[in-house]
C-alpha cells in the first residue's frame, strides 16, 4: 500500500512568521509532487509541483524535495489570515496503465492576525 | 478555471439504492480520476480513467463501479449505497500522466449522504 504521511495539525502560525508543513512518501518509484490547498467546503487547487531535488520558489511558496529521504515539504513565508486552510501533499502514483494522485490526510494551517 | 461540472452537487438517497455521479469535462484531458473526502482520511482514490474505455482500480475501489464511453464523461455508480459511502466526492483531470509538468484540475464536488 502507497502511503503519504503529513502531520494533520493543526498548526498555528502568527502573521508574518513562516509555516512549515512536512510530507514523507513511501514510494520510491514517484517522480511528481505536488501541494493542493483546500478551504473548508471548497476543492483543492494547486499551490506547488515539484519534480527534482531541491527548491522552488514561487512567490512566498517554497516547495522542497529530498527523494533520498523521501521527503517534501512546503515553507509559507509572511503567512497571512487568508492562508488558513489544509495542505494536501500529493504523490504520483504510477503503474502500468497510468499514473493517479495519492494525496496525504492534510495539514490544517491556522493564521492569527 | 478548468471547464469540469460534477452533477448533482448534492444528493441524498436510501441505502441499497443505486446511485450515478457524473463528471463532465470540455478540456478534452485524456485522464480522469474520482476521489472520495472523509474527515480523518483525506481525499482516497476510488478510480481513474487514462482513456476512453480504460479504467483502473484505486485504493478504494470495493462498492463503486465506473464507465467512460466518451471522452468528456466520466461516471461513478454505487450499485447499492450504503451508509458508509455517505462522502464528498471529487472528480479530477489532467492532460497527460502526472508525472512532469502536470497537473491535476478539481471540480467542486458532490456531497452524497446515504441514509
Known amino acids: 500500500q502507497k502511503e503519504v504521511e503529513q502531520n494533520s495539525g493543526p498548526l498555528s502560525v502568527p502573521e508574518g512568521a513562516i509555516a512549515s508543513l512536512n510530507c514523507t512518501y513511501s514510494?520510491?518509484?514517484?517522480?511528481?509532487f505536488f501541494w493542493y490547498r483546500q478551504y473548508s467546503g471548497k476543492s483543492p487547487e494547486l499551490i506547488m509541483s515539484i519534480y527534482s531535488n531541491g527548491d522552488k520558489e514561487d512567490g512566498r511558496f517554497t516547495a522542497q524535495l529530498n527523494k533520498a529521504s523521501q521527503y517534501v515539504s512546503l515553507l509559507i513565508r509572511d503567512s497571512q489570515p487568508s492562508d488558513s486552510a489544509t495542505y494536501l501533499c500529493a504523490v504520483n502514483l504510477s503503474n502500468q496503465a497510468g499514473t493517479a494522485l495519492i494525496f496525504g490526510k492534510g495539514t490544517t494551517l491556522s493564521v492569527s492576525s | 478555471d478548468a471547464g469540469i461540472t460534477q452533477s448533482p452537487r448534492h444528493k441524498v438517497t436510501e441505502t441499497g439504492t443505486p446511485v450515478t455521479l457524473r463528471c463532465h469535462q470540455t478540456e478534452n484531458h485524456r485522464y480522469m480520476y474520482w476521489y472520495r473526502q472523509d474527515p480523518g482520511h483525506g481525499l482516497r482514490l476510488i478510480h481513474y480513467s487514462y482513456g476512453v474505455k480504460d479504467t483502473d482500480k484505486g485504493e478504494v475501489s470495493d462498492g463503486y463501479s465506473v464507465s467512460r464511453s466518451k471522452t468528456e464523461d466520466f461516471l461513478l455508480t454505487l450499485e447499492s449505497a450504503t451508509s458508509s459511502q455517505t462522502s464528498v466526492y471529487f472528480c479530477a483531470i489532467s492532460p497527460r500522466p502526472l508525472t512532469m509538468n502536470t497537473e491535476a484540475f478539481f471540480g467542486q464536488g458532490t456531497r452524497l449522504t446515504v441514509v
Open positions: 514510494d520510491r518509484g514517484s517522480q511528481s
